[in-house]
C-alpha cells in the first residue's frame, strides 16, 4: 500500500496493542476526533430528516388534526381514531389482507416449498440450474408488467383465461373475473401462479442446498423416505426461514394495494379494497389529510406491533445442527 | 455393509424413473410461470389480425415495427427511471457505505442509538408516509421534478446500506484493519483501500435491491407526477396502456422493453440478492 502524510497524520495514538491470545480488539475509541465520525453521519440523517423522521412524526401529529393544507388545522383530538372504529369499508379491507395473507402462507409457500424440494431431489447439478433458473425468470420481470399481463390474462374478451376455457368447451365457466366482485379477490390472488418465481422459493432452496448430506444419508440408511425426510429434517431446519418469511409477508400484506389499484381499482363495489387504497383515498379524493394521515400511521403501529410479536416468540436456543441457515 | 449395498443399488434402479418424474413437475411448474411472458414475447410480434388469426401461436412475418412504436411512447418513461435509478444507487452507497463503516468499526458515543434510529425506519411502511411526505414536498415546490422521486428513494435505500452493510463489514476479518492501523492507515484509508474493494458483493446486492424499488414504485411516483413527460417506468406503462388497450402488438412490445433492464441486473446480480435480504434481517 502507497504510504502518504496523510496517512501518517491520521495515525491515531490508540492504536489496540493485543497481547498474544487475547482476543483482538476491533472497536476503536475515537475520543478527541469523533465529531469526524458525527460529520460522515451527519448527512445521512439530514436527508433521513428530510424524507423519512419528519414525515413520519408530521403523520403521526396531524393524526389528531383537521388538516387543512395551505389553511390552519383546527385540533381534531381522538375523532379520526373514533371515524376509523366505524369506517365499515376500512374494516372490510383488513378482511381482504386476511384472505390475503392466509392465502400467501399457505398456498403461495406450498408450491415454492414442493418446487423447491423436487429440485434439491435432482441429482443432476446441470438440471438444478436449469430448472431454479427457468421457475425464477418470472420473479425478474417489473411488478407493474406481470400485473398488466395477468389484466390482459383476465380480460373478458380477449384475455388469455376466457380464450382457453372457450377452446376448451367449457364457455360456461367463462367469467368476468376482475368485474365480478365474487371472483376479483381470488383473480387478484391467483396473479403469479404457481407463485414458484417468489422470494420464498429462493429462500427455502438456499436453506435446502445447506443442508449438508450426510444427515440425508444417515436418514436413508434408517430406511427415511423422502415425506418422512420431509417431515422430520427439512421442516423442522426450515425454522428460522418461515419466522423471516412470515415477518415478511405481514409487513408486504399490510401494504398490498398496486395489484388493487392495477387491475381493479378497490373494485368492483369495493370487493378489492384494501388500507393502503383507502388511505390513499380519504387524503387524495375526498381531501380528508388528517384522517388518512391517522390510517397511514395505524397501519404503521399494526405492522410493528405483530412483526415485534413474531419476532420475540418462539426464541428458542439453536439446536446442534441449526447451523445450516442460509444466511451462514 | 451388505445392506447398504442393496440398499444403494435398489435406490438407483428406481432411481432414473423418479428423476424423470420429478423433472416432468418441474418442467411443467417452470411452463405455467413461463407462460404469460412467452405469450407477450410471441404477441409482441404481431399485427391485431395476426392477433385475432392466431391467438396462442406464433405468426409470421415478425412486425418489429411494434417495438419502434412502442419505444417512441415509453422513451421519456426510461429516461426518468434511468436517471432515477444511478442516481439512488449512487447517492446511497456513497451515503450508507461511509455510514455503515463509521458504525461497525468505531466505537463511539451514542453509536447503538444512531444505528437502531435508522434500522428502526425499516419498519415505517411507505403508506405511512406517503401522505404528509406529499404536502412536504408540495409546499417545498418540489411536485413534477425528477428531485421529488430522488430524494426518498435515496433516502429509503440508504437505510437499506447503512443495516445490510454494517451486517457485512462487521464479519470481515479485524486483522485487515489492524494490519493497515500498524501501517498507519487512518479511518479514510481504511475504508476507502479495505472495506470498499472487500465490499462489491453487497454493494451488487443493495444497488440491485434499490433498482428494483425505483422500477416497481407504484403509487409515490403516481401521485407526486402529473406531467406526461416525467413519469416513471410503472406508472409510465399503465397510462401507456391506457393508450393501447387494443393495440396488442405495439402494447406487448412495450412491457418487454420496460422489462429488460431490470432482466439484465437479475442476472448479474441475482446470486447476491439472497445474501442481503437474510443477512439484513435479525433472526
Known sequence: ?328 | MQQNRTLAIRRRSSGRQTQIIVATILAIFAFIGLFPYLFMLVTSFKTNSQFFHSYLYPALPLHFGNYVAAWNELEPYFLTSAIVAVSTILGSIILGSGAAFVFSHFDFFGRTFLFVLIAVLLAVPSVTTLIPLFLFMKDLGLLNTRLVLILPYIGGSTILTVVIMRTFIDQLPAELFEAAELDGAGGFRAYWNIMLPLSWPIIGTVSLLSIIGVWNDYFWPLLTITQNSLRTIPVGLTYFQGQNATSYGPLFAGYTIASVPLLIFFTFLSKWLLTGIEGGVPA
Do not use: C
Not at chain 1, 142 to 162: A, E, H, K, Q, S
Open chain 1, 1 to 328: 500500500m502507497v504510504k502518504s502524510a496523510h496517512d501518517y497524520l491520521d495515525q491515531r495514538e490508540d492504536v489496540p496493542v493485543h497481547p498474544v491470545g487475547s482476543k483482538p480488539r476491533r472497536k476503536r475509541r475515537n475520543g478527541p476526533r469523533a465529531w469526524r465520525l458525527y460529520l460522515v453521519l451527519l448527512p445521512v440523517f439530514s436527508l433521513l430528516a428530510l424524507t423519512h423522521y419528519y414525515p413520519a412524526i408530521s403523520g403521526i401529529y396531524h393524526s389528531f388534526y383537521h388538516w387543512r393544507p395551505g389553511y390552519s388545522s383546527p385540533f381534531a383530538g381522538l375523532s379520526h381514531l373514533r371515524d376509523m372504529l366505524k369506517d365499515t369499508l376500512w374494516w372490510q379491507s383488513f378482511e381482504h389482507i386476511s384472505e390475503i395473507f392466509a392465502w400467501g402462507v399457505t398456498l403461495g409457500w406450498i408450491f415454492p416449498l414442493i418446487a423447491a424440494e423436487l429440485i434439491i431431489t435432482l441429482r443432476s447439478q446441470k438440471l438444478r440450474f436449469v430448472f431454479r433458473t427457468l421457475l425464477i425468470v418470472p420473479f425478474a420481470f417489473p411488478l407493474v408488467v406481470r400485473l398488466l399481463i395477468w389484466d390482459f390474462m383476465y380480460d373478458p374478451n380477449t384475455g388469455l383465461i376466457n380464450t382457453i376455457l372457450g377452446d376448451l368447451g367449457l364457455k360456461s365457466l367463462e367469467q368476468n373475473w376482475l368485474g365480478n366482485p365474487h371472483t376479483a379477490l381470488i383473480s387478484l390472488l391467483f396473479i403469479n401462479f404457481p407463485w414458484v418465481a417468489s422470494l420464498p422459493f429462493l429462500i427455502f432452496l438456499a436453506a435446502l442446498q445447506n443442508i449438508p448430506t450426510s444427515i440425508f444419508e444417515a436418514a436413508q440408511l434408517d430406511g427415511a423416505g423422502r415425506l418422512r425426510r420431509l417431515w422430520s429434517i427439512d421442516l423442522p431446519l426450515l425454522g428460522r426461514q418461515f419466522k423471516l418469511l412470515i415477518v415478511l409477508a405481514i409487513i408486504e400484506v399490510l401494504q398490498y394495494g398496486v395489484a388493487s389499484q392495477i387491475l381493479t381499482a378497490g373494485g368492483p363495489n369495493y370487493a378489492t379494497n384494501v388500507p393502503v387504497l383507502a388511505a390513499i383515498n380519504a387524503a387524495f379524493n375526498e381531501d380528508r389529510w388528517g384522517y388518512g394521515a391517522t390510517l397511514g400511521s395505524v397501519l404503521f403501529l399494526i405492522i410493528l406491533i405483530l412483526s415485534s410479536i413474531t419476532l420475540l416468540i418462539r426464541r428458542r436456543q439453536p439446536k446442534p445442527g441449526e447451523f445450516v441457515s442460509a444466511a451462514e
